[in-house]
C-alpha cells in the first residue's frame, strides 16, 4: 500500500498552492476570516498541552452541526480525551467557536494535502484516532495517517451516483486512498455499495448524524418571539422561507414572492431570504431593492408590517427562521447544485418543500417527501414554485400534516450517533 499520494497528484499540488493561497486573500475582501490562521494550513497548527486527542475533520458549516452530537458524545465517552475539529472555512470554524464552549473541544484549519504539511499537522497533534466527515477524501491525509499508524475511518459517508462515476475516471488515484481508511461508516446502503466498489473496506451502514440534531430551545423561542411580534402588528400574515439559497435561486424566490403577494389578500405574505454564503448578503439584499421590494434586514430591525422580505443576514440562527414560518423552501434544490440539508428544518416541524435537485441529500430527500414531510416541485418555474408554497400556506390543515410527518420522518432515522461510537470503539483503544 503506497504511503503517499502517487508523484502526478504531488506535484499538481504543489503547483496548485499558489493559486489557493492567492484564492484565500481574494475571499478575504468579504470574508476576512479566509486571511486568518493561514499558518495552520500549512500544518503549523500549536496544540496545548493536555489529554489524548480525537481528531475530526469537518469541512464547513453544514458537516460541523452534522457532528455536533458526535463531539458531545465522544467528550462523553472519553473524558480524558480532547476532540480536535478541523475545518477548511472560515463559516465553519466560526460554527464550532459557536457550538462548543468546552476547553477540551479544540478548533483549527485542515493542513492543505500536502505530503510534508500532513506530517507537520500529525506531528504536531498526535491524534489517536482520525474522523473524516461525509465526502472529505484527501490522498495524502488519509495515506500518511496510515503511514502514522493512526487509525482514520470515514464517517457519515455519503457518495453520490453522480460523484462516485466522477472518482471511478481516477480509479488508479483513489482505489489506494480508499482501501486505505481504517474504516467507513456510510449514511445508507447506496452509499456503502458505492465506496464499496472504489476500493473502500470494512464499509458498515450507520445512519445519517443529521437526524441526530440537537434543536437549541433557545433558537426556537428567539423565532417564535419574531413571529408574535410581526403578528402582534398584522395577524395571521403568513410567512415562508427560502433557506440557505445559492446563487440564481434569488430570482426565481422573488418572482414567486411577486406572485404570491398579488394574488394573497391582505395581510400579504412575508418571505425570509436567508443566502446559503455570509458573502452573498450584499448581493442578496440589492436584488431584493433592484426588484421594487420593501427590505429589512435582520443585522439591522425586525420585520414590519412594511416589509415585504426580510434578509437574514446572520450566521447560526437557521433554527430561529425555521421556528418563525409557516413553509420553508430548501435552497440549493432550485438550480442544480445538489440541494441543502432538509434535516434540521424537519426537526423544526416545518413543512418542506425541494426542487428537483436534491442528489447531495438523495436519500433523507426522498424519504421526507415519501413520509409527506416534503413536496417536491420538478419542474421550477417562479409559478410552480407560487403555486407550491401558496397551496401549503392556504391551506391549515395540510400545513398540520406536514408538520406531524417531518417530527415522524426525524424520529424514524435516529441513532446513527450510538452506531458510529460503536464503530469508533472497534478501532479506538484509549
Not at 504543489?14 to 468579504?30: E, F, S
Not at 423561542?221 to 400574515?237: F, M, N, S, T, V
Not at 397551496?391 to 424520529?411: G, I, K, M, P
Not at 450517533?417 to 470503539?425: F, R
Request: glycine fraction near 6%.
Amino acid at each position: 500500500m503506497p504511503s503517499a499520494a502517487p508523484w502526478f497528484y504531488r506535484v499538481l499540488l504543489t503547483l496548485i498552492v499558489p493559486l489557493a493561497l492567492l484564492r484565500l486573500w481574494w475571499r478575504g475582501r468579504k470574508q476576512p476570516g479566509y486571511r486568518q490562521h493561514i499558518a495552520e494550513r500549512f500544518g503549523f497548527i500549536n496544540v496545548p498541552a493536555g489529554g489524548p486527542i480525537i481528531w475530526l475533520h469537518a469541512v464547513s458549516v453544514g458537516e460541523t452541526r452534522a457532528a455536533e452530537p458526535l463531539v458531545h458524545a465522544l467528550l462523553e465517552n472519553y473524558p480524558d480525551h480532547r476532540v480536535l475539529l478541523t475545518h477548511m472555512t472560515p463559516t465553519g470554524r466560526a460554527t464550532s467557536t459557536a457550538l462548543y464552549r468546552d476547553p477540551r473541544v479544540l478548533i483549527g484549519y485542515v493542513p492543505y494535502d500536502l505530503t510534508g504539511t500532513v506530517d507537520r499537522f500529525l506531528a504536531r497533534v498526535q491524534p489517536r484516532l482520525g474522523l473524516l466527515m461525509e465526502t472529505e477524501i484527501w490522498p495524502n491525509l488519509i495515506l500518511r495517517s496510515r503511514a502514522h499508524q493512526m487509525p482514520v475511518l470515514l464517517i457519515n459517508a455519503r457518495l453520490s451516483a453522480r460523484s462516485a462515476r466522477r472518482y471511478a475516471r481516477f480509479d488508479r488515484l483513489i482505489r489506494p486512498v480508499l482501501s486505505a481508511l481504517t474504516a467507513v461508516g456510510a449514511q445508507t446502503a447506496e452509499d456503502a455499495e458505492r465506496l464499496s466498489a472504489l476500493g473502500a473496506t470494512s464499509v458498515s451502514v450507520t445512519g445519517n448524524l443529521k437526524f441526530d440534531v440537537r434543536i437549541d430551545p433557545t433558537l426556537q423561542a428567539l423565532g417564535q418571539e419574531w413571529r408574535a411580534q410581526l403578528q402582534a402588528h398584522q395577524a395571521h400574515r403568513p410567512i415562508w422561507l427560502a433557506a440557505s439559497t445559492r446563487e440564481g435561486e434569488e430570482a426565481l424566490i422573488l418572482a414567486a414572492h411577486r406572485i404570491l403577494c398579488a394574488a394573497s389578500p391582505e395581510p400579504r405574505p412575508l418571505l425570509v431570504l436567508v443566502p446559503r454564503h455570509p458573502q452573498r448578503f450584499i448581493d442578496a439584499a440589492n436584488l431584493v431593492t433592484h426588484e421594487g421590494f420593501r427590505l429589512t434586514r435582520r443585522s439591522e430591525a425586525l420585520p414590519s408590517a412594511e416589509s415585504d422580505v426580510w434578509l437574514g443576514d446572520s450566521m447560526g440562527e437557521m433554527v430561529a427562521y425555521y421556528s418563525m414560518v409557516d413553509v420553508a423552501v430548501i435552497g440549493g434544490s432550485l438550480l442544480p447544485f445538489g440541494g441543502q440539508n432538509l434535516i434540521e428544518a424537519a426537526a423544526c416541524g416545518i413543512p418542506l418543500i425541494v426542487g428537483p435537485h436534491t442528489y447531495n441529500f438523495s436519500a433523507a430527500a426522498l424519504a421526507a417527501e415519501q413520509s409527506g414531510a416534503a413536496t417536491r416541485v420538478e419542474a421550477v418555474t417562479p409559478e410552480t414554485l407560487a403555486t407550491a408554497v401558496n397551496t401549503l400556506l392556504s391551506n391549515q390543515l395540510l400545513r398540520h400534516e406536514a408538520q406531524v410527518a417531518a417530527a415522524q420522518f426525524v424520529r424514524a432515522e435516529t441513532g446513527a450517533t450510538d452506531k458510529l461510537l460503536a464503530l469508533i470503539a472497534q478501532y479506538h483503544r484509549p
